[in-house]
């Protein structure tokens, strides 16, 4: 049986996973408008170099925020038992052979 604590965690972990797609979702709807507002500002389709670094850094931003999401959706996926076993001292590594 899970404990409470166990339940807490699975929650918080879910409503964050949830808020960080909502926030994904419309942080890649406001990187399109910067780019169309940028483009159509004057001179038309020619973007100044500070338009340039703010696009580019909303945009990495936007990025980390999904690779964020993609490794805690895959830790959520993985198993910790080596994690566990490394922890208690039980773990051995795997032998390596040379190929001479």
């Known amino acids: 049986m899970e404990t409470l604590i ?7 972990v879910m409503a964050l996973a949830v ?9 890649t709807v406001h990187l399109g ?6 483009i159509w500002e004057p001179p038309r389709f020619l973007i100044a170099v500070q ?3 703010e696009i580019f ?5 936007v990025l980390i925020g999904v690779e964020l ?3 805690a959706v895959e830790t959520r996926n993985r198993s910790w038992d080596f994690v566990i076993a490394i922890l208690d001292g ?11």
Not at 19 to 27: K, N
């Open 6 to 12: 166990t339940k807490v965690q699975k929650f918080t």
């Open 19 to 27: 808020m960080l797609v909502v926030v994904m979702l419309f942080s």
């Open 33 to 38: 408008v910067l780019i169309a507002q940028k």
């Open 51 to 53: 338009g340039l670094l």
């Open 57 to 61: 850094g909303y945009f990495l931003l």
């Open 69 to 71: 999401f993609r490794a």
């Open 90 to 100: 039980t773990w051995k590594p795997p032998v390596v052979s040379r190929v001479q």
